[in-house]
C-alpha cells in the first residue's frame, strides 16, 4: 500500500504537467486512490479536515493581503515610484535597473503580487529601458526578478501558507525574511553594478535632460511625496506585527484599509476599481482554497497509506543525517519548481517533508524560510516560470523569450547562492525572530 501512495503522488505530478486543474486533480486521485484502498469509511475524516481549513482565522490574512496588492495596483503606486526612482537613480551607469530592483522591494512589502508587479514594470519601465540602450537580457532579468521579491519580503502570501502547513507563526515568519529578503535587494544591485561597469554599454546612464531633473529641492519633495505612503503602509501592517500590536490577520485588514485609503488620495477609489479588486481577490482566494481542500484530501489518503512512513524512512536513511536530508529536500524543490506552481509545492511537497524535519530536530522556522527562498526561484525557472510568462505577455514585441531566459539566469544563480548563505549561516533567519521574542 505504501508504494502505491507514491504511485498516486506521481500520478497528481503526471496529471499537472498536461495541465490539468490543481484542487480537481488532487482531489479526484486522491477519491480513487483512497476508495481502492481504503474504502469509502474512511473518508468520514474529510469534513472536519475541510471544516479545520475553511474556519482557519490565520488563512483569513490571504484574502485581506490579496486585496491589499491588487488595490494598490489600482491606486497608480507603482507608476509614481517608478518615476521617481529612474529621476534619482538614472544618472549613474546601471540606475534605472537598480531603480527597478527598488521599486520591486517596495511594491513587494506592500502589494506582493507577482503578476501584478511584473507586468507594471514591464509595461513602464521596459520600453523606456530599452529605449536608453539597455541590453534587452539584463532589462527583462532585472524586471522578472525584481518581480519575484513579493515571494519572500512580508507580507508574502507564500510565507502565510507556509506557517499554516508546518505549524510556524506567521509572525516569527516574516521578521525571519526581513534579512534574507536585504540580501537578495543588495545581491540583485550588487550584480547590476557589476554589469554596469564590466559593459557599460549594456547598462548606460541617462542624461539630466532625458530625466527632466532640472530642481534638486523639487526632485527631494517628489521623492518624499511617493515614498511616504508607501512606506508608512508598510510601517503599519509590519510593524504592528513586529512589535506585537496586532496579529498578522489583523494587520492585514489594517492593511487592505490603508490601500484603499491610498487609492482614495491618489483619486483612484471609484466603483469600478473596488469592483475589480474585490473581484480578482475572490478568484485568486477561491482559486487557493480549492486547492487546500484538495491538497487536504491528499495528505489525508497519502498519510492512510502509510506513504509519509515511506518518505521518512527514504529521506532518514540518506548518507549525512540532518545535512543530507536538507541538501535532498532543497535539490527536490528547486526541480519540481521547474515544472510545478509554488502553491502545488507548498500544498503537496512540504507537508511530507516537514514532520521528517521535525523529527530530526531542525529549526521549523529556518526550514520554513529555506523552502520560501528555494520556491521564488519556480517563477523564474523555465519551461514555466510564471514571472516570464507575464513578462513576455506585457513586453514589447521586439522581447524575444531567449533574451528573457539568458536574462534570468544570473538572477536564478543569485537566489541559490542567498539560499546557499541561509544553510550554512541560519542566524541570518532567526536573529530578528530571536529579538522579538
Keep these: 500500500m505504501e508504494f502505491w501512495a507514491l504511485v498516486m503522488l506521481g500520478v497528481v505530478i503526471l496529471l499537472l504537467l498536461?495541465?490539468?486543474?490543481?484542487?480537481?486533480?488532487?482531489?479526484?486521485?486522491?477519491?480513487?486512490?483512497?476508495?481502492?484502498?481504503?474504502?469509502?469509511?474512511?473518508?468520514?475524516?474529510?469534513?472536519?479536515?475541510?471544516?479545520?481549513?475553511?474556519?482557519?482565522?490565520?488563512?483569513?490574512?490571504?484574502?485581506?493581503?490579496?486585496?491589499?496588492?491588487?488595490?494598490?495596483?489600482?491606486s497608480g503606486i507603482a507608476e509614481e515610484l517608478l518615476e521617481t526612482m529612474a529621476m534619482l537613480f538614472g544618472r549613474i551607469r546601471g540606475g534605472l535597473a537598480i531603480s527597478i530592483v527598488l521599486v520591486g522591494a517596495l511594491l513587494a512589502a506592500t502589494t506582493g503580487v507577482v503578476g501584478a508587479t511584473v507586468v507594471t514594470m514591464a509595461i513602464i519601465a521596459l520600453p523606456a529601458m530599452l529605449k536608453h540602450g539597455y541590453n534587452p537580457?539584463?532589462?527583462?532579468?532585472?524586471?522578472?526578478?525584481?518581480?519575484?521579491?513579493?515571494?519572500?519580503?512580508?507580507?508574502?502570501?507564500?510565507?502565510?501558507?507556509?506557517?499554516?502547513v508546518m505549524g510556524v507563526p506567521v509572525g516569527e515568519l516574516f521578521m525571519g525574511a526581513v534579512i534574507p529578503g536585504l540580501l537578495l535587494i543588495l545581491m540583485f544591485i550588487a550584480y547590476i553594478a557589476i554589469v554596469a561597469w564590466r559593459r557599460p554599454d549594456d547598462a548606460p546612464a541617462i542624461n539630466r535632460e532625458a530625466l527632466a531633473v532640472n530642481d534638486g529641492k523639487a526632485l527631494f519633495l517628489k521623492v518624499l511625496k511617493s515614498l511616504i505612503p508607501p512606506l508608512a503602509l508598510v510601517f503599519s501592517v509590519l510593524g504592528s506585527i513586529f512589535f506585537g500590536i496586532a496579529t498578522p490577520t489583523e494587520s492585514?485588514?489594517?492593511?487592505?484599509?490603508?490601500?484603499?485609503?491610498?487609492?482614495?488620495?491618489?483619486?483612484?477609489?471609484?466603483?469600478?476599481?473596488?469592483?475589480?479588486?474585490?473581484?480578482?481577490?475572490?478568484?485568486?482566494?477561491?482559486?487557493?482554497?480549492?486547492?487546500?481542500?484538495?491538497?487536504?484530501?491528499?495528505?489525508?489518503?497519502?498519510?492512510?497509506?502509510?506513504?509519509?512512513?515511506?518518505?521518512?524512512?527514504?529521506?532518514?536513511?540518506?548518507?549525512?543525517?540532518?545535512?543530507?536530508?536538507?541538501?535532498?529536500?532543497?535539490?527536490?524543490?528547486?526541480?519540481?519548481?521547474?515544472?510545478?506552481?509554488?502553491?502545488?509545492?507548498?500544498?503537496?511537497?512540504?507537508?511530507?517533508?516537514?514532520?521528517?524535519?521535525i523529527y530530526y530536530g531542525i529549526d521549523p522556522l529556518w526550514f520554513a524560510i529555506l523552502i520560501a527562498v528555494n520556491l521564488q526561484t519556480s517563477f523564474l525557472t523555465p519551461p514555466f516560470g510564471f514571472s516570464l510568462f507575464y513578462l513576455k505577455a506585457a513586453a514589447p514585441s521586439s522581447i524575444q523569450m531567449a533574451q528573457i531566459y539568458r536574462g534570468i539566469i544570473p538572477f536564478v544563480f543569485i537566489q541559490l547562492i542567498v539560499l546557499g548563505l541561509l544553510m550554512s549561516f541560519p542566524g541570518l533567519t532567526t536573529w530578528l525572530p530571536g529579538i522579538m521574542e
Design 18 to 74: 498536461f495541465g490539468y486543474p490543481v484542487a480537481f486533480t488532487l482531489g479526484a486521485v486522491s477519491a480513487a486512490f483512497g476508495l481502492i484502498w481504503l474504502g469509502l469509511d474512511f473518508f468520514s475524516l474529510l469534513p472536519m479536515r475541510i471544516w479545520g481549513v475553511m474556519t482557519n482565522f490565520t488563512l483569513l490574512a490571504v484574502p485581506l493581503f490579496v486585496f491589499m496588492g491588487v488595490m494598490l495596483e489600482k
Design 137 to 164: 537580457a539584463l532589462a527583462s532579468g532585472t524586471i522578472a526578478a525584481s518581480g519575484t521579491l513579493g515571494q519572500i519580503i512580508p507580507p508574502s502570501i507564500v510565507l502565510i501558507l507556509l506557517g499554516d
Design 252 to 357: 492585514a485588514a489594517v492593511g487592505a484599509l490603508g490601500a484603499m485609503i491610498l487609492a482614495l488620495i491618489h483619486r483612484r477609489l471609484n466603483r469600478e476599481n473596488l469592483q475589480n479588486a474585490m473581484r480578482q481577490t475572490t478568484k485568486l482566494t477561491s482559486m487557493v482554497f480549492l486547492i487546500l481542500i484538495g491538497a487536504t484530501t491528499f495528505g489525508l489518503v497519502f498519510k492512510g497509506m502509510g506513504g509519509d512512513d515511506l518518505v521518512h524512512d527514504i529521506m532518514t536513511g540518506l548518507p549525512g543525517g540532518v545535512w543530507g536530508f536538507i541538501i535532498v529536500s532543497m535539490l527536490l524543490l528547486f526541480v519540481l519548481g521547474f515544472f510545478l506552481d509554488f502553491l502545488e509545492i507548498c500544498f503537496i511537497a512540504v507537508p511530507i517533508l516537514t514532520p521528517i524535519a
